[in-house]
């Protein structure tokens, strides 16, 4: 997982890094294409639902993100329907953090926060063995 400097939240799908978003739009195909709202998909990711995600609903959340990242439908339904079946579990993790990214963007600010250091910690040696007892 990676997030780019302008905000924009990248993941690896089919082997290269793309973009993944997921707006009002995306999330309203996939709930008429479906007839299954977007939160009950969140439980059934998040193991609070009655059943698990099928595979069909966690690819076509990738798909869907992958469009609102700016591919074309068409360029995102042939990479996802060509990742092999060895790929569905990546995929749900995958589509776990993208709709933890969509629900909870503040996930994006707090990785920007890690990935550039506390300023109070960063001049400070990280320890690398135990102190040293007193005899």
Excluded: C
Excluded at 52 to 58: E, I, L
Excluded at 115 to 128: I, L, N, Q, V, W
Aim: net charge positive; glycine share 12%.
């Amino acid at each position: 997982m990676s997030i780019a400097r302008s905000g924009v939240y990248e993941e690896r799908v089919g082997g290269e890094f793309r973009r993944l978003v997921l707006r009002n739009g995306e999330i309203e195909r996939f709930e008429e294409q479906h007839d299954l709202g977007i939160f009950e998909v969140w439980d059934q990711l998040f193991g609070r639902g009655e059943r698990g995600p099928q595979a069909r609903h966690v690819r076509d959340l990738i798909a869907l993100a992958l469009v609102g990242g700016g591919m074309s439908d068409r360029a995102a339904d042939e990479l996802v329907g060509s990742l092999p079946p060895s790929e569905n579990l990546v995929l749900r993790e995958t589509a776990k953090r993208v709709l933890g990214v969509t629900f909870l963007p503040a996930v994006l600010d707090q990785s920007k926060k890690k990935e550039a250091g506390s300023p109070a910690r960063s001049g400070r040696p990280k320890r690398t063995t135990a102190p040293a007892t007193k005899s």
